[in-house]
């Protein structure tokens, strides 16, 4: 497991953006796939974006492609994700997750939480109508 720190919650207007970052050790960060899943009051954590190490292959769950966008900057050892057109359902708190970078996702699934080992401690996002 890796320490990974999220940063750039808060609250936005339906329609408005943000932008999330998250720090991945510096000695390591460049060989973890890493990716945003979200949690809202009374649901499971869902995956939301993933991108991998090498190639930065990019997933997104239906519900926010279109209007989010991750990407890594390896130089920085860090993950962003960023969020456009938001809406209320995006509401929840938001986590940075990881797993090293050759992890076979045996379900070919890469948005699924239970593939991610390293875990920040969120940061939250309120998006209100």
């Known amino acids: 497991q890796v320490e990974l720190v999220e940063s750039g919650g808060g609250s936005a207007q339906a329609g408005g953006s943000l932008r999330l970052s998250c720090a991945a050790p510096?000695?390591?960060?460049?060989?973890?796939?890493m990716a945003w899943v979200r949690q809202a009051p009374g649901k499971e954590r869902e995956g939301g974006a993933a991108?991998?190490?090498?190639?930065?292959?990019?997933y997104y769950a239906d519900s926010v492609k279109g209007r989010f966008t991750a990407s890594r900057d390896n130089a920085q050892n860090s993950l962003f994700l960023q969020m456009s057109s938001l809406k209320p359902e995006d509401s929840a708190m938001y986590y940075c997750?990881?797993?090293?970078?050759?992890?076979?996702?045996?379900?070919?699934?890469?948005?699924?939480?239970?593939?991610?080992?390293?875990w920040g401690q969120g940061t939250q996002v309120t998006v209100s109508s």
């Open positions: 510096a000695n390591i960060g460049t060989r973890l796939y």
């Open positions: 997750a990881a797993v090293p970078g050759g992890y076979r996702f045996w379900d070919g699934n890469p948005l699924k939480r239970y593939h991610y080992n390293s």
């Open positions: 991108i991998t190490n090498g190639d930065h292959n990019t």
